[in-house]
């Protein structure tokens, strides 16, 4: 179920039927006027958080403000006395730790081509139609070497420079049942697919992230997901095992499990550059 948005309407479209407001939406203009207000609001639902308002949008701006990052990181950044608790307690935690080891500079050929012996063929990519059975086949080095050295070099001044090629600027927006036969509009995943080597690349950024991490123990003890040895699986199992001692023990316990709604699309960019730099990820892969 495809919805791709270019100049307000959909370039490409599979989605069948949408229904919203107890109305049936089968043709393109009824589905894109059920979905284009959803999205739009998903992408501008950060808008009220702290580091999109002042004081702290004036201080950091709308991209990051990499001298005042380093005063964060360094631990002398005194927030303005009138960013909320919140603010004031999120920048305190971005510090970097003692012990945080240098990230590397540059992508090899080795690891350019490891990492995509790994990556799934049926990954969805791009506007450009380019596939990750494509890049695969190029870092494979078996029909000529070159093809993944090229490939690999691309990645890499990419990755030195903070250089965005033309076309990881354009993505395609698809819409997702979260639950089987449920087609409400408003019920719908939306997700962004990204040009394969632009995803690639900024799995190498999560991977940096969560490596200096773990070598800095700067990892909160129960996340589990994305590292080496744990399984997020691992969170169901010690809930449960929660469960059953209080059971046994017969003792008083609250439990929330919480599923915040939209969490990802308020994700202001400031906080998710500061959450990164505070793991060692360089500043130059984040734009000036």
């Known amino acids: 179920m495809v919805a791709q948005a270019i100049n307000g309407k959909l370039d490409s479209l599979s989605v069948l039927r949408v229904e919203h407001n107890g109305v049936q ?10 979905l284009f207000p959803i999205n739009k609001a998903k992408v501008h639902s950060s808008e009220d958080t702290d580091f999109l308002q002042p004081p702290l949008v004036d201080i950091f701006g709308y991209r990051g403000n ?68 494509m890049y695969k086949e190029a870092a494979a080095k078996q029909a000529d070497p070159l093809f993944a050295q090229f490939d690999a070099s691309q990645h890499s ?24 036969g449920n087609h409400q509009a408003d019920k719908m995943r939306t997700i962004l697919c ?10 190498k950024i999560g991977r ?37 001692l209080i059971w046994a023990s017969r003792a008083r316990a609250v439990i929330i499990s919480n599923d915040a709604k939209g969490c990802f699309d308020c994700i202001a960019h400031v906080v998710a550059i500061l959450a990164l730099r505070g793991l060692g990820v360089p500043a130059r892969l984040f734009c000036p």
């Open 66 to 133: 990499e001298a005042m990052e380093n005063q964060v990181l360094q631990g002398t950044c005194v927030p303005p006395a009138l960013a909320s608790r919140h603010a004031k307690l999120f920048l305190s935690q971005c510090t970097l730790p003692d012990n945080l080891p240098l990230s590397e500079t540059a992508i090899s050929t080795a690891d350019h081509s490891s990492a995509w012996r790994k990556a799934k063929e049926a990954t969805t990519g791009g506007k450009s139609n380019l596939t990750f059975a």
């Open 157 to 180: 001044f990419s990755y030195a420079n903070y250089y965005s090629f033309r076309r990881w600027k354009f993505g395609v927006d698809v819409q997702l049942l979260k639950r089987a």
């Open 208 to 244: 940096t992230a969560m490596w200096n991490g773990e070598r800095a123990n700067a990892l909160a003890r129960d996340n589990l997901g994305g590292r080496k040895g744990m399984r997020a699986v691992e969170v169901s199992m010690n809930q449960h095992l929660s469960y059953n």
């Open 25 to 34: 939406c089968e043709t393109q203009a009824s589905i894109e006027a059920a």
């Open 194 to 203: 990204l040009e394969c080597n632009h995803n690639m690349n900024n799995k």
